[in-house]
């Protein structure tokens, strides 16, 4: 089992910046990468970005949406995985959700994630 634990969310005014982190606890040895999602009221949850935890090699992955704007990193050495929001945007108003997945492949797909922490809320005022 994997625990993720998200903070960092807030009110914010459009082009303001957050940055959002993803506490990783139990089993993180099992955990290939991270990822991620926001769902915004009456909408799907979509993916948002994903890193890879372990190995040599380090990929990361950015919805179109975002890309330029947000950062993704990881501190392997304190199990977090960060999201930093730059410029961000009233459409963007959402609750930010972290997930942990095996393997690095098909990161965009929410249903290929094993955990799921309960969620950040990000709110983007005009």
């Known amino acids: 089992q994997v625990q993720l634990v998200e903070s960092g969310g807030g009110l914010v005014h459009a082009g303001g910046s957050l940055r959002l982190s993803c506490a990783a606890s139990g089993r993180t040895d099992s955990t290939h990468a991270m990822g991620w999602f926001r769902q915004a009221p009456g909408k799907e949850r979509e993916f948002v970005a994903a890193?890879?935890?372990?190995?040599?090699?380090?990929?990361?992955n950015y919805a179109d949406s975002v890309k330029g704007r947000f950062t993704i990193s990881r501190d392997n050495a304190k199990n977090t995985v960060y999201l930093q929001m730059n410029s961000l945007k009233p459409e963007e108003t959402a609750v930010y959700y972290c997930?942990?997945?095996?393997?690095?492949?098909?990161?965009?797909?929410?249903?290929?994630?094993?955990?799921w922490g309960q969620g950040t809320q990000v709110t983007v005022s005009s």
């Open positions: 890193i890879s935890w372990s190995g040599d090699g380090t990929y990361i």
């Open positions: 997930a942990a997945k095996l393997g690095y492949f098909r990161v965009q797909l929410m249903k290929e994630y094993n955990y």
